[in-house]
């Protein structure tokens, strides 16, 4: 892998981890105001079905988890087992974007619940 390509993944990684906090923030402060409020998962799950904004971010939220945590596995398989090569890299992208991708389709099965 190219330095430029290491740095683009360097930036990546620490982009999402950013996002991520703030996601995680959001989820945590969304369900605790939900919870304290009353409200069952029978009605929050009513309340997510069709909101537009909420399937957006809990599709982003899956989107930034997955490829934060494929190019975490893939430093860490790179440092202790010395794995590398562009067949490598490529089978991490592909774990991240299968990990993306379920998480895409249960915001989807929220919004469309």
Request: no cysteine.
């Amino acid at each position: 892998m190219s330095a430029r390509a290491g740095r683009h993944l360097w930036v990546a990684q620490r982009v999402t981890a950013m996002f991520l906090g703030v996601a995680v923030l959001v989820h945590l402060v969304t369900i605790m105001v939900a919870v304290r409020g009353g409200l069952t998962a029978t009605e929050i799950l009513a309340r997510t079905q069709g909101a537009t904004l909420w399937f957006a971010f809990y599709a982003a939220f899956a989107l930034a988890a997955g490829l934060h945590g494929a190019i975490g596995l893939r430093n860490i398989a790179m440092e202790w087992l010395g794995w590398r090569g562009r067949g490598f890299d490529f089978a991490w992208l592909g774990i991240g974007v299968v990990t993306a991708l379920f998480g895409v389709r249960a915001a989807w099965g929220l919004y469309v619940s």
